[in-house]
């Protein structure tokens, strides 16, 4: 009878040892999996904001390089709405001057972004670097001429939205 007695306690014990070591196994695996699914959300919206980084990058530099002698007052307020700090303050000073300058010399710009890359971006900041053609008309060159900008926009995020705080002409 001893030795059935063990074999009771043996088994009590073992069985015993598996249900701890399942719930240790459990415990474990949710942990790993909750820790894999906040990864995976932070990549997801890291990813989501450099396509929003980049699509209001691009916008930017288009309405910027897009610009039309017949209908000045909206695009210069398209860049304006995409605008914030001292860029904005910079565009709107010069807006009243440009506007008689574009509609002297029947200015027209047709711009298109050709390429555009994050060069840092975090959840409130981010600096692109954009390529971007345009085809430039004007009363000196009424069969047109191209021109190739390299840009270098900062951006900030503001109210849910991503604005440009600063253009530079780089390269």
Known sequence: MAARGTDG????????????G????????TALSVWLGLRVADQRAAEQRRQDV?????????NFTSLDYRHYAQD????????????????????DELTKLVAQNKSVSEGQV?????????????????VADSKVTNTAVPEGQARTYRLQLDL???GGRWLTSDVEFVG
């Open 114 to 130: 050709l390429d555009a890359g994050i060069v840092r971006c975090d959840e409130r900041t981010a600096r692109v670097l954009v």
């Open 76 to 95: 210069s307020r398209n860049v304006l709405r995409g605008a914030t700090g001292e860029f904005k303050k910079q565009f709107a000073a010069q807006t």
């Open 54 to 62: 980049l699509a209001a990058a691009r916008q930017s530099a288009l």
């Open 9 to 20: 306690m043996n088994r009590g014990r073992r069985e015993a040892l598996l249900r701890a």
């Open 22 to 29: 399942l719930v240790a196994a459990t415990v474990l695996v």
């Open 156 to 158: 900030v995020r503001q």
